[in-house]
């Protein structure tokens, strides 16, 4: 179930113009995450205020279908890509993602 969120996230951050990286950061980032391990995941929007405001509609719409389907999940969007190493956020790219949901479809 886990991880079909995860990939429903990416696929949908994907399609969102104002996206600009996913970072999935926390145990599943480290490859330790457990059942009771929440998904800490930050949005990296592309500059501009109508993107900034399209970001932060998509996290909160991310946010609250976590929130129905019972997933932990911790989002947030970045402005830009240095607030994430200034954060202390160890963090993969969601491209290691991608690869996960290729070799499922195939």
């Known amino acids: 179930v ?6 429903a996230i990416l696929k949908r ?3 969102e113009p104002a996206i600009q990286r996913v970072l999935i950061g926390g145990g599943m980032a480290r490859g330790q ?4 391990s929440d998904l800490d995941i ?3 929007r592309r500059p501009g205020g109508w993107n900034g405001l ?4 998509f996290a909160l719409r991310e946010r609250t279908r976590a929130l129905f389907s019972g997933v932990a999940l911790d989002a947030y969007v970045l402005d830009r890509e240095r607030t994430r190493a200034g954060a ?4 993969e ?3 290691r ?3 996960i949901t290729d070799e499922k479809s195939q």
């Open 33 to 36: 995450w457990t059942p009771a």
């Open 88 to 91: 202390g956020f160890e963090a």
């Open 93 to 95: 790219e969601y491209g």
């Open 54 to 57: 399209r970001a932060c509609w």
């Open 13 to 15: 951050a994907q399609r």
């Open 2 to 7: 886990f991880e079909n969120n995860l990939r």
């Open 97 to 99: 993602f991608n690869q």
């Open 42 to 44: 930050r949005f990296t």
